[in-house]
C-alpha cells in the first residue's frame, strides 16, 4: 500500500550516501520511529546495505544536532538571534539586491551539494542563471567529478556514463583505477565480488599506491607511484598496440586521433614507463594481457584520477584503452566513473555547476542560451563562465564576491587548503548558511541561518552512477521550523520579486526540469513521479521515442556525441603538473576516505556504531619512512608543508608505498581544535579544464610530535 507521510508503514526511498543509489525501505512505527532495510527489489542493491545505509536511521532519529528555526544577525559583531522565515528571507533578499545594483550579479553565488535533490538543483539554478543574471552556482561535486565530466565530452561528446551496473555480471576484465569501492561504493563492490566467484576466469587489476580493501581480489594489484597514472595508462596502450590487440575496424570506422594517441604512448619504453610508476615492468604486461585477452572490458575510477591537477588528461588516458580496444556501447563493457554523491549526476542534469545549463547545454553556445532563457521566461543568460569551487572562496578573499550563500556542504573541512577557504568566508561581507546540522564548521561565519529538512523529510528525485533517476518518498515531517530547501529557495525568488518560482508541488518542478530535457541527449521528457513511483526507478534517456523503456547502455550503435559522430581518443602529455617533492618536504601526501565514514561526517559522526571501525584519525606511513623518523606505531606524529600541519597517530603499514604518507579526509575541528583535519595541508592547485583540486598530490615533513 503506498503510504503518505504521517502514517505507519514502509517506504521506498534511496540511500543518501554514495553515487552507488541503493534501494531502502523505511519502515515507520506508531510512535514515529524509522528503521531501514535494504530494497529487495531494487535493481542496484537487491536488498544488500553497505555499514552506512544500514545505520542511516541513527542519522534522522536523534535530532539533538539539527537546526531548526532561521537565524540572523544584523552586522558581524551581533550573536545572531532567532526570526521568522519572511524576516530571514526579506533581508537575504534586500542584500542580495543591495549588492546586485551596487556591483553587478556576480558580487553574488550559490555553493551547493551533490547531496541536493535534483528539484533543488533545479531551483537554485533557475534563479541565479536565469533571474539574478550570474553563472555563479557551482557545487562540492567540483571537488569530485568535473574531471571526468570534462573528460567524457572531450572523448564522447556528452557527459555521460555509458555502461550500467549489470554490465559487472557480463564482463570479463575489470580494471580499477585510483579507486578504493570495497570500502567507497561497497554494495557495487560486493557485485563485482559475486560476479567474480561465479566467474572464475573474470580477471580484476587495480591500480593504488596503496593496498587497499579492493587489491584483495585483484588479479594484478599496480602499486604506481602517485601522479603517475598516465604514463601508466599510456604503456598499457602501447603493449595493446604492439601485440595487436586493439580493434583496428572500430577505431577506422567510429573514432578519430589514434594516429596522435599512437605517437604519444611511442615516446617512452615499458621500461621507462615502469621505472616513473615504480612498478615491475611485468606487471603492466600482465594488466596489458588481461585487457588484451577480454573481449568484454570494464574500468572503474573515482578520485585517484579526478582529484589531481592532470585529472581530465588521466580520465582521456583510461578512456582511450576502451576506444582502440572497441569496448563500449556493448553488454560488459565501458568506462565508468563511480561518483562519491548520491545526486552528482542530477546535478549535472540541472546544469548546476558554473560552465553547463540544464539537459547537458553549454554555456558557451549563445542557441543553448537562447533555449533555456525563453524556457525560463527571465532574463538573458550571462555568456560569462561562473565562479567555480575553489574560485569562490578565491574571490571572497580579495572583495570581489561579497556574498555567499552554503547550501548542504561543509567547505571548512573539505576545502583544499582550507584555511584559505576560512579566510575567505571571514572576508565576505554576507554569508547565508542553509543546512540541517548545528555543528557545522561554518556556522560562526553565517549572517543567516536556514534549517532545512533532511533525507526521509522531504521528496524529490536523485540520479545514481548509472544514469537511474529514483524517487525519494517523504516519511516524516522536519522538525521545528525546517523546510525542504526547494520551497526555501522558491519563497527567496518571491521575495527578489521574481516570477517562475511558484510551484504547486516538487513534482511541478520535477516536470518543469524534464520538459526542458526533450530532444537533448538526456531525454526524459513526460516522466513524472507516478511512473517513477510505478517503475521504482528510471535509466535516462527515456521517453516516448524508446517507449519508455530504460537505456541501459549508451553509444550502442557507435554514434556518438561530438560533430564528426565519431569518439575521439587524445594523446595527451603524460606529465605531473603536482608540486613535486622537495628537500624540506620529501613526502607525498594522498588523502581520502574510510570504509565507515563519509565526507565531513555531519551524518555519519553522529552514528556510535559507524565508530567502531576506525574511531580516530590516523596517519598511514610505511615503515622505512617510520624508522627514519624514529616514529613507532600509534606515535602522535606532526604532518606539516607550507600551507599548515596535521597532529595524528602513526600506523605504520606496510599497505602504502614508501615516500607516500596518507590521511583520512573526513575529520575537522573537534572543540575548536583543528589539528586533525587533513585540508590543512592541500595545495590550490587545479586542473586547468576541469578545475578541480589536486587533492591527492601534496608534499609534507612527518615527524614525532614533541608537546610543548
Ligand atoms: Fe548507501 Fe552507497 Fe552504502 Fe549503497 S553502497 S548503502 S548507496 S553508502
Known amino acids: 500500500k503506498e503510504q503518505t507521510h504521517g502514517e505507519t508503514g514502509s517506504y521506498k526511498t534511496t540511500c543518501c550516501y554514495c553515487g552507488v543509489g541503493c534501494g531502502i525501505v523505511v519502515h515507520k512505527d506508531r510512535m514515529g520511529k524509522v528503521l531501514v532495510e535494504g530494497d529487495k527489489d531494487h535493481p542496484v542493491n537487491k536488498g ?17 544536532d539539527r ?20 524576516e530571514a528571507l526579506a533581508r537575504t533578499a534586500a542584500v542580495f539586491k543591495t549588492f546586485i545594483n551596487k556591483y553587478g550579479p556576480d558580487s553574488v553565488a550559490f555553493y551547493v551539494s551533490g547531496q541536493c535533490l535534483t528539484e533543488e538543483y533545479y531551483v537554485i539554478n533557475k534563479l541565479i542563471k536565469g533571474f539574478i543574471g550570474s553563472n555563479n552556482i557551482d557545487t562540492n561535486s567540483r571537488l569530485c567529478m568535473s574531471s571526468a565530466v570534462a573528460a567524457y565530452k572531450m572523448s564522447l561528446g556528452e557527459d555521460s556514463v555509458p555502461a550500467c551496473y549489470d554490465d559487472i555480471e557480463e564482463t570479463d576484465c575489470i580494471f580499477v583505477a585510483g579507486a578504493n569501492p570495497a570500502w567507497c561504493h561497497p554494495i557495487l563492490w560486493r557485485r563485482v565480488e ?13 591500480s593504488d599506491p596503496r593496498v587497499t580493501q579492493t587489491c584483495s581480489m585483484a588479479d594484478v594489484h599496480l602499486q604506481l607511484n602517485p601522479g603517475t597514472d598516465i604514463v601508466l595508462h599510456h604503456a598499457i596502450g602501447r603493449i595493446l598496440i604492439e601485440q595487436g590487440d586493439i580493434d583496428i575496424k572500430f577505431i577506422q570506422q567510429h573514432t578519430e586521433g589514434f594516429e596522435d594517441y599512437s605517437h604519444a604512448v611511442m615516446q617512452r619504453s615499458i621500461a621507462e614507463a615502469a621505472q616513473i610508476c615504480g612498478i615491475e615492468e611485468y606487471r603492466i604486461y600482465e594488466a596489458a594481457a588481461l585487457i588484451g585477452n577480454a573481449k568484454k572490458f570494464m574500468t572503474f575510477w573515482t578520485m585517484g584520477l579526478n582529484q589531481s591537477a592532470a585529472g581530465v588528461n588521466k ?21 565508468f566513473s563511480l ?36 524556457f525560463w521566461n527571465g532574463k538573458e543568460l550571462s555568456p560569462r563562465p561562473g565562479l567555480t569551487a575553489t574560485e569562490m572562496f578565491e574571490a571572497l578573499n580579495d572583495g570581489k564576491l561579497k556574498a555567499i550563500w552554503i547550501i548542504c556542504t561543509n567547505p571548512l573541512i573539505s576545502m583544499p587548503d582550507v584555511r584559505m577557504a576560512e579566510k575567505g568566508l571571514k572576508n565576505a561581507k554576507f554569508v547565508v548558511v542553509q543546512d540541517i546540522s548545528n555543528r557545522l564548521e561554518t556556522l560562526p561565519y553565517a549572517d543567516v541561518v536556514l534549517p532545512a529538512a533532511a533525507w526521509i523529510e522531504k521528496e524529490g528525485t536523485m540520479t545514481n552512477a548509472e544514469r537511474r533517476i529514483t524517487w525519494l518518498q517523504k516519511v516524516t515531517d522536519a522538525p521545528g521550523e525546517a523546510l525542504p530547501d526547494a ?18 508541488s516538487c513534482e511541478a518542478i520535477f516536470k518543469e526540469h524534464a520538459a526542458l530535457t526533450a530532444g537533448t541527449n538526456i531525454d526524459i521528457n513526460g516522466v513524472d513521479y507516478t511512473l517513477l513511483h510505478q517503475r521504482r526507478s528510471v535509466q535516462w534517456p527515456v521517453n516516448t521515442s524508446n517507449n519508455y523503456n530504460d537505456t541501459k547502455r549508451l553509444f550502442a550503435d557507435h554514434i556518438f556525441h561530438t560533430k564528426s559522430k565519431r569518439a575521439k581518443i587524445h594523446g595527451v602529455p603524460d606529465c605531473n603538473p603536482s608540486v613535486q617533492p622537495t628537500a624540506n618536504h620529501p613526502l607525498i601526501l594522498t588523502t ?20 567502531q571501525h576506525i574511531a580516530a584519525s590516523f596517519l598511514e606511513i610505511h615503515p622505512d619512512d617510520a624508522a627514519e623518523r624514529g616514529i613507532a606505531d600509534d606515535d602522535l606524529v606532526e604532518i606539516t608543508n607550507t600551507n599548515g600541519n596535521v597532529r595524528v597517530k602513526a600506523k605504520i603499514s606496510t599497505q602504502i608505498k614508501k615516500g607516500v604518507v596518507f590521511l583520512p579526509m573526513h575529520w575537522g575541528k573537534i572543540l575548536n581544535d583543528d589539528s586533525n583535519r587533513a585540508n590543512n595541508l592541500t595545495f590550490n592547485l587545479i586542473d586547468p579544464i576541469s578545475k578541480q583540486p589536486d587533492f591527492k598530490f601534496s608534499i609534507v615533513q612527518v615527524a614525532k610530535y614533541k608537546r610543548p
Open 48 to 64: 544488500m546495505l553497505c555499514s552506512k545505509g544500514m545505520n542511516l536511521h541513527y542519522t534522522v532519529m536523534n535530532t539533538s
Open 67 to 86: 537546526l531548526l528555526y532561521p537565524e540572523m544577525r544584523y552586522n558581524k559583531q551581533m550573536q545572531r538571534q532567532r526570526v521568522t522565515w519572511d
Open 194 to 206: 559475486a560476479a567474480k566467484a561465479a566467474n572464475p576466469n573474470m580477471k580484476v587489476i587495480v
Open 315 to 335: 580520465n582521456l588516458s583510461l578512456i582511450n584503452l576502451h576506444l582502440i580496444t572497441g569496448t563500449i556501447g556493448r553488454p560488459g563493457c565501458g568506462p
Open 339 to 374: 561518483t562519491g554523491q548520491p545526486n552528482a549526476m542530477g546535478g549535472r542534469e540541472v546544469g548546476g555547476l558554473a560552465n553547463l545549463l540544464p539537459a547537458h547545454r553549454d554555456l558557451s553556445n549563445p542557441v543553448h542560451r537562447e533555449e533555456v532563457a525563453t
Open 487 to 504: 520551497e526555501i529557495i522558491c519563497r527567496f525568488a518571491k521575495h527578489m520579486g521574481f516570477n517562475g518560482f511558484d510551484y504547486n
Open 592 to 611: 581520502g576516505r574510510i570504509r565507515d565514514q563519509w565526507h565531513t561526517m555531519s551524518k555519519t559522526g553522529k552514528v556510535n556504531k559507524l565508530k
